[in-house]
């Protein structure tokens, strides 16, 4: 028998009658499980961020309250991470608060970490404020995390490194409100004022709820003579 032949034969006895036989007989595969639906904190937290990424902070603040209600662990540390960071934003005196909530109910998390240290940032904590933004790079925060970073440096005085993280952040482009203000704050501290004074524009314009940007829109006014304008 040839070494074709031999093949053809170990073909046929590998797939015989009786397995084919034997197929017919298996059960149908399962359907696959329909997944759970979201929870009710899951939709909230997931709505908040698609108003968020909208610029429409009132709307988003309401959401990630409601998603933090409802969620516990990480899921509600990023509620609250991100709520802190839109009051802030929105010239909301809870935003410290909410801050150190969102510690409180994960104490290892990224989006807690950026919120505490911008909140540690604005009283003038400079090296908690590093440390926690640190720790926020580090847990991979991205964004949030190097805007955090932008503020603890920029508490520390260290301008040309706030202004980096600023940057690396997105604050340039205003795609990032936090990022941008705080940058524009930078520049107008740096004697660059002219520079702040559109960016905060482009933040008033994307987000006209966002009262930082008002606030540093009107002390960039300000430094460049423009007092009259600023009220």
């Known amino acids: 028998m040839t070494a074709l032949a031999w093949i053809l034969v170990a073909a046929l006895v590998a797939v015989s009658p009786a397995d084919k036989k034997d197929d017919k007989k298996k059960p149908p595969a399962a ?6 639906p979201p929870s009710p904190g899951e939709a909230a937290l997931s709505l908040g961020r698609s108003l968020e990424e909208k610029h429409e902070l009132d709307t988003a ?3 990630y309250q409601a998603a933090a209600a409802g969620l516990a662990g990480p899921a509600k540390g990023e509620a609250l991470g991100r709520l802190s960071i839109l009051q802030y934003l929105r010239g909301v005196s809870a935003s410290p608060a909410s801050a150190e909530s969102a510690v409180a109910a ?5 989006w807690p970490a950026s919120a505490l240290a911008l909140a540690r940032a ?6 908690e404020a590093l440390a926690l ?3 926020a790079v580090d847990a991979g925060g991205g964004a949030p995390a190097q805007t955090a970073l932008g503020a603890a440096r ?11 993280a600023y940057r690396a952040a997105g604050g340039a482009e205003a795609s990032n409100l936090a990022a941008a203000v705080g940058l524009a704050r930078v520049l107008r501290l740096t004697r660059r004022a002219a520079e702040a004074e559109p960016l905060l524009q482009k933040v008033i314009a994307a987000s006209p709820g ?14 460049l003579g423009r007092g009259a304008d600023a009220m």
């Open 106 to 110: 994960d104490p290892d998390g990224a």
């Open 61 to 63: 603040i309401d959401a």
């Open 133 to 135: 933004a640190a720790k």
């Open 210 to 223: 966002a009262v930082a940007a008002y606030k540093e829109s009107a002390r960039a006014k300000m430094a």
């Open 122 to 127: 604005r009283q003038g904590r400079a090296e």
């Open 31 to 36: 359907p696959a499980a329909t997944p759970a």
């Open 154 to 164: 920029e508490a520390a005085k260290d301008l040309p490194a706030a202004e980096a």
